[in-house]
């Protein structure tokens, strides 16, 4: 099978650098699938799990937002933060958890819940990752 380049960087450092058969990004608009020869692409990322498959595994990358570029067998992830499942914190990401349920459960009219939902997904994706990972 024909393979590609993944790169996946955030602002602070290159998360990952790897020969990879298979990417699976969540889009905002969906989630999309890349291989080898794909051609030239560009789309806006959500909140939400990457996965790529090589040397016969998949594994799980978390990314919270961001942009994925296709082109010339490289797919290039700029997102605004992103964490191998391996790597994930669980008991941080469950605070982080139960902190954005509180907010929004507090029904406090000082509180932006768009934020507090965005939290919540953040979290709730990272802890998923982590048990998959």
Same mark, same amino acid.
């Given at each position: 099978?024909? #393979?590609?380049?993944?790169?996946?960087?955030?602002?602070?450092?290159?998360?990952? #650098?790897?020969?990879?058969?298979?990417?699976? !990004?969540?889009?905002?608009?969906?989630?999309?699938?890349?291989?080898?020869?794909?051609?030239?692409?560009? #789309?806006?990322?959500?909140?939400?799990?990457?996965?790529?498959?090589?040397?016969?595994?998949?594994?799980?990358?978390?990314?919270?937002?961001?942009?994925?570029?296709?082109?010339?067998?490289?797919?290039? +992830?700029? !997102?605004? #933060?992103?964490?191998?499942?391996?790597? +994930?914190?669980?008991?941080?990401?469950?605070?982080?958890?139960?902190?954005?349920?509180?907010?929004?459960?507090?029904?406090?009219?000082?509180?932006?819940?768009?934020?507090?939902?965005?939290?919540?997904?953040?979290?709730?994706?990272?802890?998923?990752?982590?048990?998959?990972?």
């Amino acid at each position: 099978m024909a #393979s590609l380049q993944l790169e996946i960087v955030t602002p602070d450092h290159l998360v990952l #650098s790897k020969e990879v058969d298979y990417v699976g !990004a969540p889009g905002v608009e969906g989630e999309f699938g890349i291989m080898a020869s794909h051609i030239p692409f560009l #789309s806006a990322l959500a909140i939400g799990g990457l996965h790529y498959k090589a040397e016969g595994k998949t594994r799980f990358v978390f990314i919270s937002g961001g942009f994925a570029e296709v082109s010339d067998n490289k797919v290039t +992830i700029l !997102a605004e #933060s992103a964490e191998e499942a391996e790597c +994930i914190d669980t008991a941080r990401a469950d605070e982080a958890r139960k902190r954005a349920e509180a907010r929004l459960t507090a029904k406090n009219e000082n509180t932006n819940n768009l934020r507090a939902e965005a939290a919540l997904t953040r979290a709730v994706t990272r802890l998923n990752l982590a048990n998959r990972g």
